[in-house]
Every structure is written in structure tokens, then in C-alpha cells.
């Protein structure tokens, strides 16, 4: 559902249609402020040194006419650029790498964008194409569509190539950092090559864009919402199959399941009482295998409990709320004779009290964090750092084992445009998982893009504060931060990794399993996207 009510039209890829961004000439204002006009008023958008956003707008410009987002269906494209060969960009400094993706393992992730940026300047700018004496200020400036200086100049100052669709994603995430006068120019060029049943990097560029739309008219968090299923933008069917789809065409959430699993597994046996909490428990398909595991026990089978944690925004998606999965999960315990009890806590991860947990005497007590903590609040965002206190909560349950699941990326305290470059980068090579797997006019695959992973970059790029909840932190935060807690590395077992490389073996070549200090990485190629890893 739309963050406003649409008049626009959408066309598949076959007749694709999107109208431009209908600006009026950009202008530099009397006090040295960039200025984009729109519909005769003015929007002063500032971005500060640590990504926050202000404005002293009368009207949020940029809002309608770029929208892709906003429904279920793969309704929302852009049209693709007419020569797809044209836009390789192998003759740019970037090809130099053997593919977008590729950076070294061992990175530190901080520094995982290694794509060179152009180092022009705002007055450099203003010198070539107004000219050194120009009054910028003047009405009759030169700088207007339609003009040499207008249509050409621009690419060759910042240095992007024709057809160079990276370079023009990143010189419009640095414009926009920027606050330049030249963001409509860089926006309309980009718009006409980007597409969502395109190339990867066609398909990326169309959501990043989206993403700098929604931060210029200040409507990310609308736009993330509906797209993270809060409305009833698609049933609760169709994202459940999006979901499904992107569980079986890319290894990463059964890595991450099958890694936690195993090291929980192996930390239990012999337990009469086994009660794990899981923060994020989404539809419980994690503990299904779990349940028949248990089950199969030689002996006397242990009692169950599970206390599955999970704020409201799920709930669309699951068609119901918590009460939803534990009947789903006692079903299967109850075909596998497992006695079994569910505690459902609906509230968010920062909300949770140890007073939730309903902890009895004499369980062997098990935390999962699988692809959540991240989404949990910390000193950054406000005066309670809740990422920090879940973590000392669950240390003084004196759990056996503690399994953490998260993406590898930095982008919690970056500023907007190293955050906005480390998107790019891990993204790219998600796109490129996604590639290989599935059509790229698949509707289905459209709309599982769409729904799983644009809301993400969506909100990574466009929205600050407490509204960006999308705050990954690479695996070196992660062990210092559990590390202050108090907990310790716990060995992951030698079967879990011979499990995942056998899982790998049905998936492309280009995913790379690597185990260092007995923490599990996933990557693809030369980009590490998923750490699992388990503590005590």
C-alpha cells in the first residue's frame, strides 16, 4: 500500500512506464543553500556529518513520481535502459575487481567498500559549468536543463562514464549526502537505467533510488512499514510464499538455523529440561527440526519448552499472532510424542524483561538471537542501550548455550554516505546470489525482492534515528559486545560444518563456507554475508 493515495501508473518490463521527476531547474539560493524548486516551493533538505536530517520544507519534493514500492505486486518498475550491454561498466576503474562483490575475506568490514569515489568538489562544479564569475545566484544562469553545459559537462566533472550504472548510484548517494543542486540531473539519469527485472545492478540501483527518494521527502519509515507487512499490502498467503522463496533459492537463513541448531543441539544433550528462548521466532520453522531431533533420542525424551518472542509486525505475515506457531510447533511434538510447552511473549526485543521468560528451576536454558539483535536499539539511538542490556539479562540466566545469527555489514553508526556504500556493496552481491537462482522476469521473484529485501535497503538509506531499525554491526562489535556481558566463545562441533558444506554442494559455486576461531562465515564469492556464531 501506497504511502499516499497513487495516481500513478506501472507497466511491466514488456511496456515499461514511469513518468520523470517533474522538478522545476535547480538554483543556488542567496545564503549559499541548494535549493530544488518544486511546484513553486522550496525544500532545504540538510544532511549533517552523522546522517541525521533536517528541513525547513514547505512542500517534500521528490515524493510521487519515483515511487516503485508501494504494493504487493510486481506493479512497481522501472523501465529498463535500452541498451543493456551499453551499461557494462568493465571499462570503469571499479572493473578492475574480478566482480562488484569481490573484496577480500579478512577485511575489516568498515572498510569493505572499496570502490573509489570522486573527490570533486561543490566549487569545482560551479567553476565548469557557471564558470569562475559567474553570479550564481542570477536567474539566467546556464545551469539549465536543455543546455550543452547542462546535458554533458556534469558526467565528465564527476567522472562517470555513459552506461556506468555504479558510479551513477554512488555520485547520487554523494549528492544527496551533499545537499548538491545537481541531485535532479543524477536522478533522472539513474531512473532511466535502473530496472527491477533487469541485470543485479539494474535491480539494486531501482530500490537504492527508491530509498534516496523516500530520504529526500522524509517518507522512509511509511514506505519501510509497508513493505515490512505491517498493512495489508499482499496476504498473508502470498508473503508467506515470497518468504519460502527466498528460504530455498539462497542458503542463508538454513545456514543460519542449521549452525544455531547445531550448537544447541550438541549443548543439551543428556538435558531432561531443555527451554530455549528465541528472540525473534517469525514462524518457528527453525525448531521444526529441533522437535524431530529431540524426538529421536535414544532413551527417555526430554520436555520442551520454547518461549518465542516477537513483536506485532510479524504478525501479518504469519496470517495471526504467537498463538499461530505454538500450535504449529505442538502439533509436530505432539506426532513425535515430545512433551512439549510454548510461551509466547509479543512485544519487541528491547521491550523484553526477564519476567517474560517464565525461567523455572532446573531447565537447561538455550538463547537465540538469529538474525535479530540487530534490530534491538543501542547507545547510538538513544539514552537506554538495549542491545547491551538483552545481552547482560540473558548472560544471568546462565544459559547453556547462546547462538547468535547476523548479517556481516557496518552500517549501525556509519554516516549516511559510507553506510550508503556499504549497502551498495553488500547488496550487490545478494543480488548476484539472487541471479543465479531465479528468473529475472519471475513476477514471484519481483515480488520476494521486493518484500524481503528492498524494505531494508529502504530503510537503511532513507531513514535515521530511531526510525532506521536496520542496524548491522560487523562480527568484531558483536564479540566485544558479548564479550562485556561476560560470555566466552563456545566451539561449534565439527558435524555442524560438514552439514553446511554438504548443504552448499546444491547451491552455486560461488558461496564460500569459512571457519576461523570457530565462527562460521557464508559468503558469496570474495563478500562474507552471514556470521553464526555461539557463546557460553
Not at 253 to 274: L, R, T
Amino acid at each position: 500500500m501506497s504511502t499516499q493515495a497513487s495516481n500513478r501508473s506501472y507497466r511491466y518490463p514488456d511496456n515499461t512506464q514511469l513518468p520523470y521527476h517533474n522538478g522545476n531547474p535547480m538554483h543556488v539560493g542567496g545564503n549559499g543553500n541548494y535549493y530544488v524548486q518544486q511546484n513553486r516551493d522550496d525544500v532545504n533538505y540538510i544532511s549533517s556529518d552523522d546522517g541525521s536530517q533536517s528541513s525547513n520544507s514547505r512542500a517534500q519534493g521528490f515524493q510521487a513520481q519515483f515511487c516503485t514500492l508501494d504494493s504487493s505486486s510486481a506493479n512497481c518498475v522501472y523501465p529498463a535502459h535500452s541498451s543493456t550491454s551499453s551499461q557494462s561498466i568493465s571499462g570503469s576503474p571499479l572493473s578492475q575487481q574480478e566482480s562488484h562483490s569481490d573484496h577480500a575475506y579478512g577485511s575489516s568490514p568498515s572498510a569493505s567498500c572499496v570502490t573509489q569515489v570522486p573527490t570533486w568538489t561543490l566549487k569545482d562544479l560551479e567553476n565548469v559549468m557557471l564558470g569562475p564569475d559567474s553570479d550564481i545566484g542570477s536567474p539566467d544562469s546556464s545551469f539549465l536543463p536543455g543546455t550543452a553545459l547542462y546535458d554533458n559537462n556534469w558526467r565528465e566533472l564527476l567522472g562517470i562514464q555513459t552506461g556506468d550504472l555504479r558510479q551513477l548510484i554512488i555520485a547520487c548517494g554523494k549528492a544527496v549526502d551533499e545537499n548538491s543542486f545537481y541531485i535532479d540531473a543524477l536522478m533522472s539519469e539513474l531512473r532511466e537505467m535502473v530496472s527491477v527485472s533487469g541485470e543485479p545492478m539494474q535491480r539494486l540501483g531501482a530500490y537504492m533510488l527508491e530509498g534516496l527518494i523516500a530520504r529526500l521527502s522524509f517518507t522512509g519509515l511509511a514506505l519501510y512499514k509497508s513493505l515490512k507487512c505491517k498493512e495489508p499490502v499482499a496476504t498473508s498467503s502470498e508473503l508467506m510464499s515470497y518468504m519460502h522463496l527466498l528460504y530455498e533459492i539462497c542458503p542463508f537463513f538454513k545456514f543460519g538455523y542449521m549452525s544455531a541448531n547445531g550448537a544447541i543441539a550438541d549443548a543439551v544433550k543428556g538435558e531432561d529440561i531443555i527451554h530455549i528462548v528465541d528472540f525473534q521466532i517469525a514462524q518457528g520453522s527453525q525448531w521444526m527440526t529441533m522437535i524431530q531431533a529431540l524426538a529421536s533420542r535414544p532413551g527417555r525424551r526430554p520436555y520442551l519448552r520454547i518461549t518465542g518472542i516477537d513483536d506485532s509486525n510479524s504478525a501479518h505475515a504469519r496470517g495471526g499472532g504467537l498463538d499461530m506457531v505454538g500450535q504449529k510447533l505442538h502439533r509436530m511434538a505432539q506426532s513425535c510424542g515430545l512433551p512439549f510447552e510454548f510461551n509466547a511473549v509479543p512485544a519487541a526485543s528491547h521491550e523484553v524483561v526477564f519476567e517474560d521468560l517464565c525461567v523455572r528451576p532446573g531447565e537447561a536454558i538455550v538463547v537465540n538471537f538469529a538474525y535479530q539483535l540487530h534490530h534491538t536499539p543501542d547507545e547510538s539511538v538513544g539514552i537506554e542501550n538495549h542491545r547491551d542490556r538483552i545481552l547482560r539479562m540473558v548472560k544471568s540466566l546462565s544459559p547453556r548455550v547462546v547462538t547468535l545469527v547476523e548479517q556481516e555489514a557496518n552500517t549501525n553508526t556509519a554516516p549516511f554516505f559510507l553506510r550508503y556504500m556499504e549497502t551498495l556493496d553488500y547488496y550487490t552481491a545478494m543480488f548476484e546470489a539472487i541471479d543465479v537462482a531465479c528468473p529475472r522476469d519471475d513476477k514471484k521473484r519481483i515480488s520476494t525482492e521486493q518484500h524481503c529485501v528492498a524494505r531494508d535497503i529502504v530503510n537503511l538509506i532513507a531513514c535515521e534515528g530511531a526510525e532506521r531499525v536496520e542496524r548491522h554491526e560487523p562480527f568484531g562489535k558483536w564479540r566485544a559486545r558479548l564479550a562485556m556481558a561476560g560470555f566466552r566463545p563456545y566451539p561449534l562441533s565439527p558435524v555442524v560444518n560438514r552439514t553446511i558444506k554438504t548443504l552448499l554442494d546444491s547451491y552455486h559455486s560461488y558461496y564460500r563456507l569459512e571457519e576461523r576461531d570457530d565462527i562460521l562465515y557464508l559468503g558469496w564469492k570474495n563478500r562474507k554475508l552471514v556470521v553464526s556464531s555461539a557463546w557460553c
